[in-house]
C-alpha cells in the first residue's frame, strides 16, 4: 500500500497530519480508499496549481510557501503499475453501486418470489365463459415445472415443514383437479404423508400468515377429491381448534362491513357474502393484494377487476404468482432502511429520496401498509415509514399509531393470534424519533422496550414474519444503544455481522424473498466500503496518536485513552472519507479541549492565569490578522517570538500547540474546500475560552461549557460552510443553546458518575430527554430557511455526548475495536 499524503502543517516539532482523500478537488479524489488514486491524479499537479493561484491573492506569503510544500508532497505521487492494477478493486465497488442504483430506480410494484401455494389456487380458475379449461394454463404449467426432487414444492433453499405441507397440498389438489401428471401427483402425494407429523415439532414462528386458515380449506378440498391423507394426527386437530380461534376475533358481520387482515385469506372462509364483500375489493382488483384470496373470489363471482388483477400478475410472473402482489411500500422502505443501516447509503442519496417521496405520496393519517391504497393498514410498515419519512424531513404525524392502540397495548393488525417481533422491534425504533409533547410514542416507547426486553430474558426472539441472520443480535443492539446515542458506523459494523443478505427469507402465507431487500451486493459493498473507510481511519489514527505524542499533551493530563476516544467518536459519526477534514478537526479540537479543561482546572490556574492566557491568544491572533501579505509573521512566528522572550511554561507549550493546531486546520479546509476559516475558528475558539474567564463557582466552571457549540463550529467550518451571515436567525441561535445544553448536562454527568475505579452508572437521566426532543425536531424540521447540511451536526455532536454519557468504558473499548481495528470478513 502505498503511503499516505502528508501535511506539512506543523513544525519540526510536531507531527505531519496524514490525509488521503480531501486533499483535491472532486474529480481527483480517490475512487474508493484502498491504497489507490485513481487514473485523474495524473492531471493532479495542474489543478493543485490553479487552485495556488487562484488564492493566491487572498493569503499571506508564508501560507503560500506552506502550500507549495504541498505541492511538492503530491508531485511526489506517482501511480505506477502496482496502483494501477490495483484500480480494478475500486471497479468492483463501482459496479456494485451501479448494481444497486439500477435496482431502486427500476422498482415498480416489488420484486418478490413465486409463491407454489397462490400459483395453485389460480390455475384451480376454470374459464369464466365456460369452457371447462383452466382460466390460466400457464399456472398449471408452472406447477408441473417446479416440483422439487422430493416430491414438494416450495422454496428450492429452506425447508420449513408447515411451508412445504401448504405450498405441496395446493400443488397436489390442483393436479388432481385437472387429473394430469400423475407421476407428479403421486409424488407429491406420498411427500406430504410422509411429513405431516413434523408439523407437530416446528415452531408456530415459522408456520406462514394464515395457515391455520388456508390448511384446513385445502384439507377439506382433498377429502372432496378423494385424496387419502390421514386426519388422525393430533396435529391436524390443533390447527383446525386456531382456525375456529382465529375466527372468532373478527366476526362475520365485520368481515362484511370494513377491511381487515380475512380480506387476505377468502379462500379460507365459508359462508361469504360476496356481494358484500365486492365493496370492500381494492382499487387494483384485488383483495387485500392476495392472489389466492382474489382467485378464490373469482371463482365465485366472475368479477372482471379480480379477473384484470390475476391476468396481470401471471403475466408479470409468466405463470407463477407471489403470495402478496404488489409490495411496492413494503419493497420501497425495507431497501432503503437496509442500505442505511448498511452504511452504504451516500453512494444512493438521489434514489432514496424518490424512494421517500413515492412512501410519502401514499402516506395516510391511518398510516399504511405493504402496498399503495391498501384499505388495511399495519403497525410494521408504518412505523418504518414513519421513521424513514421524518429522519428524511418529511412531515408525518405519530396520530398513525393511535390506530394500533387497544387499552395499554400495540397491535399490528386487528384480530391477530400473536404479536411479531419485527412489528414491535420496527416501532420502538420508530418511537424514538419523537418530537415534543408526542404522548402517543412515549406510550409506544414504553410498550414496546417492555415487550422486546421481556421476550429476550425468555429466549423468545423468533419472529413470525421473518427468518433472518440474526434477530436477537438486532434486537439487542437496539435496547443496548438507544437512537440518541447510535454513531453510524458503530451501527454499521454490527448490522454487519446481522444483515443475512439473499439468505433472509420472509414468511407470508408462504415463505418468500424480497430481492430487492435482501440481497448479496447490499453485503458486499458493505463489506467493501467498511474495510476501506477502517484502513483510511486507521492512517489518521495514527496521525493524531503521532500528534498527541509529540505535542506532549500528556503532560497535561490528557491519558493515552482520551485521543483514541476523541478520534473513535468522530469516525464513528462522520466516517465517509470524503469528510476526513471535519472528522481529523472534530479529533483535535476535543483532544485540546480535554488538555485545556486540565490545564485550567489544577489548583496552581488562578482566575488571573486564565485570563491572561485568553489574552495571550487574542494578542497572537490579532497580530496574525493585522499582518499583511508583505509581513512573513504567522501564528508560529508569533509563538516563537513569545518563547524567546519569556520563560516556556506550560501555559505558552499548549497555547503553541492550539494555535499550530487551528493554523492547520484552517490551511487543510482552504485546500479541501477552497474556503479562508481561520479568522472564525480563532472566533470560535475565544468565544469558548471566555467560559474560563467568568467569575463563578469554580467546581463547575467550565466543564462542558460550550464544548458543544465549538465541535459544532469546528465541523461546519471545516465542511466548507459559512455560517456567520445566519447567526441572528433565531432557529439558529436555539440550536446552539440546546447542544450546548445538553453537551454541558452529559458532561457533568458522565464526571459525577464515575467511580474510583473508573465504572459509571451508564443510565443517562430523564432531565435530557425534553432538550434532546426539540433539538432533534429543529434539526429535521424544515420550516426554518436553516440548510440541513448546517443543522445535522447539532445533532451529530449532541449524539455523540449522549453515547459516551450512556456506554461503559467496557463497551466503548468493544465498540472502539470493532471499528477501528476489526475488518469485516
Known amino acids: 500500500m502505498p503511503s499516505a499524503i502528508t501535511f506539512p502543517c506543523f513544525s519540526s516539532a510536531t507531527p505531519p497530519c496524514h490525509r488521503t482523500t480531501c486533499l483535491l478537488p472532486p474529480d481527483l ?37 506552506v502550500y507549495k510544500g504541498l505541492e511538492r508532497q503530491l508531485e511526489t505521487l506517482q501511480t505506477d503499475e502496482k496502483e494501477v492494477s490495483q484500480v480494478c478493486i475500486a471497479n468492483v465497488k463501482e459496479e456494485r453501486i451501479k448494481s444497486i442504483k439500477s435496482m431502486l430506480s427500476s422498482m415498480e410494484d416489488g420484486e418478490i418470489s413465486i409463491s407454489a401455494y397462490d400459483t395453485a389456487w389460480v390455475a384451480l380458475v376454470k374459464d369464466i365463459n365456460g369452457s371447462g379449461f383452466p382460466q390460466f394454463p400457464s399456472s398449471l404449467q408452472w406447477i408441473v415445472e417446479n416440483q422439487l426432487p422430493d416430491g414438494s414444492w416450495g422454496d428450492p433453499f429452506l425447508f420449513f415443514t408447515h411451508d412445504r405441507i401448504l405450498n405441496s397440498l395446493a400443488c397436489v389438489v390442483a393436479l388432481k383437479v385437472w387429473n394430469i401428471y400423475p407421476v407428479l401427483f403421486e409424488k407429491g402425494l406420498a411427500f406430504i404423508r410422509e411429513n405431516m407429523s413434523k408439523l407437530r415439532s416446528e415452531d408456530d414462528e415459522h408456520m406462514p400468515i394464515g395457515f391455520e386458515i388456508a390448511f384446513p380449506s385445502l384439507m377439506e378440498m382433498a377429502r372432496q377429491h378423494d385424496l387419502q391423507i390421514s386426519n388422525d394426527d393430533p396435529i391436524i386437530n390443533e390447527i383446525y381448534a386456531k382456525r375456529n380461534q382465529k375466527l372468532t376475533k373478527i366476526s362475520k358481520e365485520m368481515m362484511h362491513l370494513m377491511p381487515t387482515t380475512l380480506l387476505h385469506s377468502l379462500e379460507g372462509t365459508a359462508g361469504l357474502d360476496w356481494e358484500k364483500l365486492l365493496k370492500l375489493q381494492c382499487q387494483d382488483g384485488s383483495f387485500l393484494f392476495s392472489p389466492s384470496s382474489t382467485a378464490f373470489a373469482l371463482m365465485h363471482t366472475k368479477n372482471e377487476n379480480c379477473l384484470n388483477y390475476l391476468k396481470k400478475a401471471v403475466e408479470k410472473f409468466n405463470g407463477g404468482v407471489p403470495n402478496v402482489y404488489p409490495v411496492d411500500l413494503f419493497e420501497h422502505i425495507w431497501a432503503v432502511d437496509r442500505l442505511e443501516r448498511l452504511g452504504i447509503s451516500r453512494y444512493f442519496q438521489s434514489e432514496i429520496k424518490e424512494c421517500l417521496n413515492y412512501v410519502y405520496r401514499y402516506w395516510t393519517e391511518d398510516g399504511i401498509g405493504w402496498a399503495r391504497n391498501s384499505r388495511v393498514q399495519d403497525i410494521d410498515d408504518t412505523a418504518m415509514g414513519f421513521r424513514l419519512l421524518r429522519l428524511h424531513g ?46 402517543i410514542l412515549e406510550e ?6 417492555k415487550f422486546l426486553r421481556e421476550k429476550q430474558e425468555s429466549n423468545q426472539l423468533l419472529d413470525k414474519w421473518i427468518i433472518c441472520k440474526n434477530l436477537p443480535g438486532e434486537v439487542g443492539y437496539a435496547l443496548d444503544i438507544p437512537w440518541y446515542a447510535n454513531l453510524p458506523r458503530v451501527e454499521a459494523r454490527f448490522y454487519i455481522e446481522h444483515y443475512g443478505g439473499e439468505n433472509d427469507v420472509w414468511i407470508g402465507k408462504t415463505l418468500y424473498r424480497m430481492p430487492y431487500v435482501n440481497n448479496n451486493e447490499y453485503l458486499e459493498l458493505a ?127 499548549l497555547m503553541e500547540t492550539l494555535l499550530k493546531t487551528l493554523n492547520c486546520m484552517a490551511m487543510e479546509t482552504l485546500v479541501a474546500r477552497s474556503v479562508d476559516v481561520q479568522h472564525d475558528l480563532h472566533s470560535a475558539w475565544n468565544k469558548w475560552l471566555l467560559t474560563w474567564c467568568r467569575d463563578e463557582d469554580e467546581t463547575e466552571r467550565g466543564v462542558g461549557d460550550g464544548e458543544g457549540e465549538l465541535l459544532v463550529h469546528t465541523i461546519i467550518l471545516c465542511a466548507g460552510h459559512c455560517i456567520s451571515e445566519d447567526q441572528s436567525n433565531p432557529h439558529y441561535q436555539r440550536l446552539f443553546l440546546l447542544t450546548n445544553s445538553i453537551c454541558r448536562h452529559l458532561r457533568l454527568q458522565l464526571f459525577n458518575s464515575m467511580g474510583h475505579h473508573g465504572k459509571k452508572d451508564c443510565r443517562v437521566t430523564d432531565p435530557i430527554e425534553p432538550v434532546m426532543q426539540e433539538l432533534v425536531q429543529l434539526v429535521l424540521g424544515n420550516s426554518d ?34 471499528v477501528l481495528f476489526e475488518n469485516v470478513a
Request: net charge positive.
Open 785 to 818: 430557511g436553516i440548510d440541513p447540511d448546517i443543522k445535522r451536526p447539532f445533532l451529530t455532536v449532541a449524539k455523540s455526548f449522549y453515547y459516551a454519557a450512556h456506554c461503559t468504558p467496557d463497551i466503548i473499548n468493544h465498540h472502539i475495536t470493532k
Open 394 to 439: 418529511h412531515e408525518v404525524s405519530p396520530d398513525a399509531f393511535r390506530h394500533f392502540k387497544k387499552g395499554g397495548e400495540f397491535f399490528c393488525f386487528v384480530g391477530q393470534s400473536t404479536q411479531a417481533i419485527t412489528g414491535i422491534y420496527n416501532l420502538y425504533r420508530a418511537s424514538q424519533v419523537l418530537f415534543p409533547r408526542e404522548k
Open 29 to 65: 479524489q480517490p475512487l474508493a480508499f484502498s491504497g489507490i488514486w485513481s487514473i485523474a491524479t495524473r492531471n493532479k499537479q495542474d489543478n493543485f496549481r490553479l487552485l495556488l493561484h487562484a488564492r493566491g491573492n487572498n493569503i499571506s506569503q508564508t501560507r503560500t510557501k
Open 444 to 449: 409506544a416507547k414504553t410498550f414496546a422496550s
Open 527 to 653: 463489506k467493501t466500503d467498511f474495510n476501506n473507510c477502517q484502513a483510511l481511519h486507521q492512517l489518521e489514527w495514527n496521525s493524531i496518536h503521532k500528534w498527541y505524542m509529540k505535542s506532549n499533551l500528556g503532560e497535561f493530563g490528557v491519558g493515552r485513552r482520551e485521543p483514541l476516544q476523541a478520534y473513535f467518536v468522530a469516525a464513528a459519526s462522520i466516517f465517509e472519507p470524503e469528510r476526513a477534514n471535519e472528522r481529523l478537526a472534530w479529533a483535535r479540537t476535543a483532544v485540546l479541549v480535554e488538555a485545556i479543561r486540565m490545564y485550567m482546572e489544577i489548583d496552581i490556574t488562578s482566575l488571573d492565569v486564565k485570563k491572561g492566557f485568553l489574552k495571550d491568544f487574542n494578542t497572537i491572533i490579532n497580530n496574525n490578522d493585522s499582518s499583511s501579505n508583505d509581513n512573513s509573521n504567522n501564528n508560529i512566528n508569533n509563538i516563537n517570538g513569545m518563547r524567546k522572550a519569556e520563560s516556556r511554561t506550560k501555559g505558552k507549550e
